[in-house]
């Protein structure tokens, strides 16, 4: 079946450091891929909409220039948070559907997360 | 915009008996209503879905129902065993005018007791 690869599982780092996380979907093309941060004992609350070559769509309170997105091919996507502090620390996972039924609901298929830990 | 209500937040029960999930949406708009499992540290896993045309399917000690008129969906887990131990979120997905984005409960954390 479909499968979503997110790296790295695991990151922590000093506060003021950007970090990267990758979401790739490993065998099938996505469009469109979606971001989504998660606290302790929380649901999941998307942050953005990933689009394949052009701009991502933000949810209301999510600043564009703190977290950044790039989809710049049909299997990568990137979120990077720049100028990590403490309250960016959060589990963030990102999902991916397949193009290949662009006109119907289809399952999101989703990352294992990457722990973000900014000390 | 669309909100999912999910209840209950903790479900305990023994080894054997059913398990069941409550969720309600507010968008009459959704079509589309999956269910994932999450285990510690990891992603949510699909375990079943819904879509609106259907009011319910079953796919072997797991079913799901859906009441478009009164907007809630319901997730039973039937001979429950301790590895069903896990956070469960429903979800409701927006039509495409939204890029079906989902919008999930508050989770349920259901401990099967052995």
């Known amino acids: 079946g479909a499968v979503v690869s997110q790296h790295p599982s695991w990151v922590i780092c000093k506060s003021g450091t950007s970090v990267k996380i990758e979401c790739r979907s490993l065998?099938?093309?996505?469009?469109?891929m979606f971001w989504y941060r998660q606290f302790p004992k929380q649901s999941l609350m998307l942050m953005a909409t990933?689009?394949?070559?052009?701009?991502?769509?933000?949810e209301q309170g999510v600043e564009k220039d703190k977290f950044l997105i790039n989809h710049a091919s049909l299997t990568l996507s990137t979120l990077t948070v720049t100028s990590a502090h403490p309250e960016d620390s959060s589990f963030y996972i990102c999902?991916?559907?397949?193009?290949?039924?662009?006109?119907?609901?289809?399952?999101?298929?989703f990352g294992d997360g990457t722990r973000l830990s900014i000390l | 915009g669309e909100n999912v209500e999910q209840h209950p937040s903790t479900l305990s029960v023994q080894e054997g008996d059913s398990a069941v999930i409550k969720c309600t949406y507010s968008?009459?708009?959704?079509?589309?209503f999956p269910w994932y499992k999450q285990e510690l540290g990891k992603g949510p896993q699909l375990i079943i879905d819904?879509?609106?045309?259907?009011g319910e399917k079953k796919d072997q000690r797991i079913a799901v129902t859906l009441n478009k008129t009164a907007k809630h969906f319901s997730l039973h887990i039937t001979e429950t065993q301790p590895e069903d131990s896990a956070v469960y979120f429903c979800?409701?997905?927006?039509?495409?005018?939204?890029?079906?984005?989902?919008?999930f409960g508050s989770g349920t954390r259901l401990l099967v007791r052995p």
């Open positions: 065998d099938f093309q996505a469009t469109t």
């Open positions: 968008d009459s708009a959704s079509n589309y």
């Open positions: 819904i879509r609106s045309n259907v």
């Open positions: 990933s689009n394949e070559g052009s701009k991502a769509t933000y």
């Open positions: 999902s991916a559907r397949d193009p290949a039924r662009l006109n119907s609901n289809q399952p999101q298929h």
């Open positions: 979800a409701a997905s927006l039509p495409l005018r939204s890029s079906y984005k989902l919008i």
